[in-house]
């Protein structure tokens, strides 16, 4: 099983910059998809779930600048982030837990990327 974050990066106040996770070694299909961040010194931080494409999930903080999607045929998850801040700064790991849990957010995950590094800053 193998989750590889990517597409962090430092970026301007107000600028965009787009997660992709690349999966392989489970059934992509057969389970949701969530990216999770944490910032320095802070405890995770769940941001966004996305079920089916239909039924995404966002945490207050995001909602309204992030979008969360996948590509089922590229065994992909992505997150666009537009209108970044500062406080948006952090390690985003991308994780997998099985589509029968009914838990939004989730509670616990089968598997976790390795995280992408994203810095808002002046």
């Known amino acids: 099983v193998q989750l590889q974050a990517s597409g962090g990066g430092l970026v301007q106040p107000g600028g965009s910059l787009r997660l992709s996770c690349a999966a392989s070694?489970?059934?992509?299909?057969?389970?949701?998809m969530s990216w999770v961040r944490q910032a320095p010194g802070k405890a995770p931080e769940w941001v966004s779930t996305?079920?089916?494409?239909?039924?995404?999930y966002y945490s207050d903080s995001v909602k309204g600048r992030f979008t969360i999607s996948t590509d089922d045929a590229k065994r992909t998850l992505y997150l666009q982030m537009d209108s970044l801040k500062p406080e948006d700064t952090a390690i985003y790991y991308c994780?997998?837990?099985?589509?029968?849990?009914?838990?939004?957010?989730?509670?616990?995950?089968?598997?976790w990327g390795q995280g992408t590094l994203v810095t808002v800053s002046s």
């Open positions: 994780a997998a837990k099985p589509r029968y849990y009914r838990d939004f957010p989730p509670r616990s995950y089968d598997y």
């Open positions: 070694g489970f059934g992509f299909g057969n389970y949701k």
């Open positions: 996305i079920d089916s494409d239909v039924d995404t």
